[in-house]
Nanobody
């Protein structure tokens, strides 16, 4: 089992940057594909980015490609989401997720964090 805790969300101006962190408990962290999802008010949860267990593969939603970067540090049981050139439409609660399997864009991940709020002002 994996427990996930996101941090780093805050209010930021458009064009600014944020780095979200997801800290995981459990000794099998390195065995999991890790993903970031987001959910805006009234919207369905949306795929943002994912990274394979040994960082061989990454995937990004078209809306964030070129602006966001996902990375992981298995020694620290942590996955990061570096967000640059933020836009107001990036405003959402961002969730960290873990999956025992391949990188996918669906919400078929096994474990989820509580979320961290990112608000981008214009």
């Amino acid at each position: 089992q994996v427990q996930l805790v996101e941090s780093g969300g805050r209010l930021v101006q458009a064009g600014g940057s944020l780095r979200l962190s997801c800290s995981a408990s459990g000794r099998t962290f390195s065995s999991y594909t890790m993903g970031w999802f987001r959910q805006a008010p009234g919207q369905e949860r949306e795929f943002v980015a994912a990274i394979s267990r040994v960082s061989i593969s990454t995937d990004y939603a078209d809306s964030v490609k070129g602006r966001f970067s996902i990375s992981r540090d298995n020694a620290k049981n942590t996955v990061y989401l570096q967000m640059n050139s933020l836009k107001p439409e990036d405003t959402a609660i961002y969730y960290c997720a873990a999956r025992f399997g391949a990188v996918v864009r669906s919400t078929m991940y096994n474990y989820w964090g509580q979320g961290t709020q990112v608000t981008v002002s214009s």
